[in-house]
Every structure is written in C-alpha cells, then in structure tokens.
C-alpha cells in the first residue's frame, strides 16, 4: 500500500517504466516547503505531468515520443497509476561533472541538467531508482489540492501494489 505520489513529466516517467531511465534528478519546486526539494519518500507512486514538459529539455530520441505521450494524456479528473518507485540512498551532488557522467540514466539533455543543477544554488538530487509496476492501474481522482509545482503529493489513501 502506498499514499504518496511523486510528479514527474509524464514522458520520463514512462522512461523509468521502460528502463530506459534508472535515476531521477530533482531540485524543487515553485510550491516546495521553501522552495527546495526533500526526499521525504524511498517509496512512492508515479504521478505523469504533462505540465512544463519540452522537447528541447529531453535528448531527441525520447523528445520524438512526446507527441504521443501528451495524445495519451488521460483526462484531467482522473491519475493513473501504473507504476511505483523504491529508492535506496537519494544524495545531493554538487559536481555537475559528476552529473554529466550519468548520462546513460536518464533522458534529460545536457542543457536541461546544467539548467536545472544551476537553478538558484548549485546542485541537485539524485534518486537512484527501482521501478515496479503493478498488476492494475489504479484510477485516483484528481484534487485540486494535488495541482501545482511540487514534488510530493498526499493521495489521502493508501492505495493497493499488488
């Protein structure tokens, strides 16, 4: 059972469903506690956005499934939830040489982790993750209150894995 989700562009969080992607970077949003990210949750579910997400910020292979994944996108009322995340040891890096190594785990391009790691302060975090998907989607109605720039979102209910 689970109750927290993490949002993440709908298209990455189809590339950690695919393995295509290992590892989440995050520094935080408009709406975070001070406007910084904490890794409150080693498990959670995948919460697809399709708010913010660009072409431009992913390297052109996945870039080209964008249009697909937004004609996919269900509708507004409702979150689908297919997939959830383990992660072990989340840490923060302040070496974006170091972030640049890891570039065969994940489908950013390197302009968007050079952005993102220089946003406000150096640094961002990384989740190594394990992602599982289970046996049903499960269907969550959308809140008001789960809109807007933030990472965490408190679904108010433990919801089934397995």
């Known amino acids: ?15 950690l469903a695919r393995g295509e992607q290992t590892l989440i970077f995050r520094k935080g949003g408009i709406s975070e506690v001070g406007g910084e990210f904490r890794p ?12 913010h997400q660009k072409s431009d910020g992913l390297k052109p292979a996945v870039a080209d499934r964008l249009p697909r994944i937004e004609r996919e996108k269900p ?5 689908v939830l297919t997939h959830f995340v383990e992660v072990a040891q989340p840490y923060f890096s302040l070496r ?8 065969s785990l994940h489908v950013w391009s390197e302009a968007t982790v050079r952005q ?3 946003y406000r302060q150096p640094g961002l975090f990384v989740l190594p993750a394990r992602v599982y998907q ?15 720039c933030k990472t965490w979102v ?8 397995n």
């Open 75 to 79: 509708p507004s009322e409702q979150l």
């Open 134 to 148: 289970v046996p049903e989607p499960v269907i969550v109605i959308n809140k008001p209150e789960y809109e807007g």
């Open 96 to 103: 974006l040489e170091s972030l640049l190594e890891l570039n």
């Open 40 to 51: 409150d949750h080693s498990r959670f579910w995948l919460f697809p956005t399709y708010l």
């Open 1 to 15: 059972m689970l109750r927290y989700a993490f949002k993440e562009w709908a298209i990455v969080c189809e590339a």
């Open 116 to 118: 993102r790691f220089d």
């Open 154 to 161: 408190d679904l108010e209910h433990d919801w089934p894995i």
